[in-house]
């Protein structure tokens, strides 16, 4: 495996993106990135996971899940525990259930869409402001690839720079690695403050 050649097909990637999502430019790392991680786990059903989360943002859905499944949610992550301890500690399920929905589909479910569409706030632990934006940004980012969505062709094209970048052994690279080169090919909003919408 050659890292140039991964870097190649990632700026590919980026390449094909612009032309499906002129002035979309925030959406390119999480899209990227989420083509990665699919790719490396042999998963090619891109249009059904990018929204896969969804399903979270059903209130039935929360309020079907027990009380104890959301307090072992919490309790589960020490950074996750340590920054909503008071509300475990006072049993304000009231709070945590309406934090659960935006940190679980993001911290829980290991979604690689939404952990590289919040990535600031995950890499400095602000687990309330993922909170704050979830409903906004993932409703931004959903309109924003709307107009490709419709399109068959976008989805042919994700798949082809996921396939490409898995063929180059980009299973061979560490997880960090693949953020920061997907994030120095795109130049733009991104390498400032990944994925954050232009008026965030």
Not at 96 to 115: C, E, H, M, N, Q
């Amino acid at each position: 495996m050659s890292k140039k050649d991964v870097e190649a097909a990632l700026a590919r990637g980026v390449a094909l993106l612009d032309e499906f999502l002129p002035l979309k430019s925030w959406l390119y790392f999480p899209l990227l990135y989420a083509v990665c991680v699919w790719a490396v786990r042999r998963v090619f059903d891109y249009r059904d996971r990018i929204f896969a989360w969804q399903v979270w943002l059903d209130p039935d859905f929360v309020r079907t899940k027990p009380d104890g499944f959301i307090l072992d949610f919490f309790r589960g992550d020490p950074a996750l525990g340590r920054e909503y301890a008071g509300e475990i500690g006072r049993d304000d399920l009231r709070t945590l259930r309406t934090a659960f929905p935006a940190l679980y589909s993001v911290i829980g479910l290991d979604d690689a869409f939404l952990k590289a569409l919040f990535k600031p706030e995950i890499v400095a632990l602000d687990f309330r402001g993922i909170v704050v934006e979830f409903a906004a940004r993932t409703a931004r980012a959903r309109e924003d690839i709307k107009p490709a969505a419709s399109d068959p062709a976008f989805w042919r094209a994700l798949e082809t720079i996921g396939r490409n970048a898995a063929s180059l052994g980009l299973h061979l690279l560490q997880d960090e690695e693949v953020q920061a080169m997907i994030v120095a090919l795109i130049k733009g909003p991104v390498a400032a403050g990944p994925s954050v919408p232009p008026e965030a």
